[in-house]
């Protein structure tokens, strides 16, 4: 049995100090093993988004351990934290922080030309092939203004893929979505995850988004209320 790609243990945050201090996280503990898909649940406010900054190395907990394969990352300094994440992670958020002026193709690049140091011509055949998979090899030298909010989103998946991260966080990424676009971006994650074996951590508010995960983790008043995965 191989580690979970991605682990906490008794996580919890604490907003603030004294009068004004807010304890989000209240002993949180969630394994995420390869190749699952786990849909985070919660009403607004419950700690979604502060759990996945935290999952994501984004943040650090107040207290509790960070295990990402096999690696305990609670006391690793920033320097190796950031190395890590951009060669484990890959994020989608609700919105999707492509660089406006850039194109579709340039901003899949991202990635890997600036912070991974791969040879260009390298990255760019991986980005453009990235591209076909999610279905915009037509759309590559599209500036970002120029695409849709499905096609946008699209690319923010393909941007996340583009370090071949064992885990996707994936905040939100259909909050911004019709409900077509939206089943299109779960379909597309559902397929990167059948196909490449690339776990998923997906928040959501939308039922529906949920069902479509393998397992169902709600948080609820800052611990996990229910953890359930799906009759396969
Ligand atoms: N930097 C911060 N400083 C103080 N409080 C914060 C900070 N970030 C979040 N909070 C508080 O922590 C709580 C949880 O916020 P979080 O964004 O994690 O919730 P969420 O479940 O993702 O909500 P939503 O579904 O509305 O996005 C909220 O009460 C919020 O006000």
């Given amino acids: 049995m191989s580690a979970p790609v991605l682990e906490v243990r008794e996580v919890h945050k604490v907003y603030g100090e004294g009068a004004t201090a807010t304890h989000v996280l209240k002993g949180v503990s969630l394994a995420i093993d390869r190749g699952e898909m786990v849909a985070l649940i919660g009403a607004s406010g419950s700690g ?8 994501g190395t984004l943040a650090r907990p107040t207290s509790g351990q960070v295990t990402m394969l096999g690696e305990d990352l609670t006391r690793a300094d920033d320097d190796t ?3 890590f994440r951009n060669r484990h992670i890959g994020f989608v958020f609700q919105f999707h922080h492509l660089l406006p002026d850039f194109t579709a193709l340039e901003n899949v690049m991202f990635p890997s030309a600036v912070r991974a140091g791969r040879e260009r011509a390298q990255a760019r055949a991986r980005a453009a092939a990235l591209l076909a998979q999610v279905g915009l090899s037509e759309r590559a030298d599209f500036r970002a203004t120029q695409l849709s909010g499905g096609q946008k989103q699209r690319v923010a998946i393909a941007r996340a893929l583009m370090n071949g991260p064992e885990l996707i966080l994936a905040d939100e990424p ?3 979505l019709d409900r077509q676009n939206a089943m ?5 994650l ?8 690339t776990s998923f951590l997906i928040s959501t508010h939308d039922e529906e988004i949920a069902a479509r995960c393998g ?3 709600v948080i609820s008043d800052g611990v996990i209320a229910a953890d359930k995965r799906a009759a396969r």
Avoid: C, W
């Fill in 190 to 197: 559902a397929r990167i995850n059948r196909e490449s074996g």
């Fill in 174 to 176: 259909t909050g911004n």
């Fill in 81 to 83: 934290l950031t190395e």
């Fill in 184 to 188: 299109q971006v779960m379909d597309l």
């Fill in 215 to 217: 397992r169902r983790v």
């Fill in 48 to 55: 979604k988004s502060t759990l996945l900054n935290i999952l």
